[in-house]
Structure formats: structure tokens, C-alpha cells
């Protein structure tokens, strides 16, 4: 089985589309916590019922949570792989930006051993 790491261009856009929301963001976390149903989920919004639903289908088609259906309830779980793969992402623009901070930090420490002393 092959496992893709690289996110998609258009797989990092639903991911920061998707978190772009509270609401997302909170029953993403809730259901890292634990699965969850539908209804367990939608009666802590102020919110109707369908508009959670749709929520949970941004989340969805990002990758971001599992739907599965169990009798008459769907049960929604966040997927480990996807948070991962878009954590990777996001570790690598750290590593880019931490690089060019510590390049910025060795030219300017290079420039203050070149300046002159007083006196001297």
C-alpha cells in the first residue's frame, strides 16, 4: 500500500478552506476526542440541524473527518492521516521560515563583527 505524504494543491485548499471556520475548527477537535453523531454534534451550535450537516461535509470533502453510517445515525470521526499530512505541511513552511530567520540572524551578527569600535 502506498501512503501519500505531499498534499495536493487542491487538497491543501479544502484543508484551509475547511479550518477557515469556528464551528469546523470545534467539531474537528471534538471528534478527535471522540466519534460522534450527527445529532450529538449538532446539539451544542446554535444552528439549525442541516446547517451542521453541511459543516460536517466541508470537513468531510477536505479529508479531514470520516462519515460513517451505524443504524439510523452517522457517526463522524476525525481522520489521524489527514491532520498529519496537513501538520507535515505546515512543518515545512516552519522549517522555510526558521532557515531564513537563522540566515538573517548570522548576517546580521556577521555585520555587527565588521563594525569599527570606538576609539579604534
Do not use: N
Amino acid at each position: 500500500m502506498v501512503v501519500q505524504i505531499e498534499l495536493t494543491d487542491a487538497e491543501i485548499d479544502r484543508v484551509f478552506q475547511a479550518l477557515a471556520a469556528a464551528t469546523r475548527r470545534d467539531i474537528l477537535r471534538r471528534t478527535i476526542e471522540a466519534e460522534c453523531s450527527v445529532s450529538v454534534l449538532a446539539r451544542d451550535y446554535d444552528m439549525s440541524f442541516a446547517a451542521v450537516q453541511k459543516h460536517i461535509a466541508v470537513l468531510e470533502a477536505a479529508g479531514l473527518v470520516i462519515k460513517r453510517a451505524e443504524g439510523r445515525e452517522r457517526l463522524v470521526r476525525a481522520d489521524p492521516m489527514m491532520i498529519a499530512r496537513a501538520r507535515a505541511l505546515l512543518d515545512r513552511y516552519e522549517a522555510l521560515w526558521r532557515a531564513r530567520i537563522d540566515r538573517l540572524d548570522a548576517l546580521l551578527a556577521s555585520a555587527s563583527d565588521e563594525e569599527p569600535t570606538e576609539g579604534g
